[in-house]
């Protein structure tokens, strides 16, 4: 079963700090994947990366950014917070290819922005 | 802009009845079609996918349907239970790119 792992769980910010929110995968996979979800939006890419070194920007990556330091660590941070940031942000590793093609996400981060 | 989208937002069957969630999409490179529950207070978790290499996909109740002309792809749940009250995704990649997400189908199955 693949694992994934968020830190810290939940998370209050204050606007203009700095927030960094890490993901750990155990499973060797090569891509990583950083979500928000907000009602009516579902789940928004922000940046992905498809190894050690390399970041995506995804469909909102304004106001943040990404870190792959190796192939377990995916770090999302938030230089300057703002309370539209406020969000559930889920991580999720996966690989492209073959049939089965399955994203494995961790528990989620809760952040409030006050 | 969305690349999947979703529909409807949320829905409400009785046990037993067939609940149809349907989503489109515009970009034609896309070549796998997943589907993901996510049950309150819990993450996203993989519930059946299609390749486009056929158009339809089973596994006990779920089935999706796959249009590739339309862009077009659904999912029936057959003899909903109650346990299946949950918000359903759809998503599309390439493997060129990340998965997309649609905004969610809450469903609700009333006993």
């Known amino acids: 079963e693949a694992a994934v792992t968020q830190s810290p769980r939940n998370k209050v910010a204050v606007t203009g700090g700095k927030v960094t929110l890490s993901c750990n995968q155990t499973?060797?996979?090569?891509?990583m994947y950083w979500y928000r979800q907000d009602t009516g939006h579902g789940l928004r890419l922000i940046h992905y990366?498809?190894?050690?070194?390399?970041?995506e920007k995804g469909d909102i990556p304004d106001g943040y950014k990404a870190s792959r330091p190796s192939q377990e660590n995916f770090s999302l941070i938030l230089e300057l917070a703002t309370p539209s940031q406020t969000s559930v942000y889920f991580c999720?590793?996966?690989?492209?290819?073959?049939?089965?093609?399955?994203?494995?996400f961790g528990p989620g981060t809760r952040l409030l922005v006050l | 802009q969305q690349q999947v989208r979703q529909s409807p937002q949320s829905l409400t069957v009785w046990e037993g009845e067939t609940a149809i969630l349907n989503c489109s999409y515009e970009?034609?490179?896309?070549?796998?079609f997943p589907w993901y529950h996510q049950f309150p207070g819990e993450s996203p978790a993989l519930l059946i996918a299609?390749?486009?290499?056929?158009n339809k996909k089973e596994d006990g109740r779920f089935t999706i349907f796959f249009n590739k002309r339309e862009k077009k792809f659904s999912l029936h749940i057959a003899d909903s239970q109650p346990g299946d009250s949950a918000t359903y995704f759809c998503?599309?990649?390439?493997?060129?790119?990340?998965?997309?997400f649609g905004a969610g189908t809450k469903l609700s199955v009333k006993p």
């Open positions: 970009d034609s490179t896309f070549d796998y």
């Open positions: 999720a590793s996966g690989d492209a290819g073959g049939y089965q093609d399955t994203q494995y």
């Open positions: 499973n060797n996979h090569n891509n």
């Open positions: 990366s498809y190894g050690a070194g390399s970041t």
């Open positions: 299609i390749r486009p290499v056929s």
């Open positions: 998503a599309a990649r390439n493997n060129n790119n990340a998965p997309r």
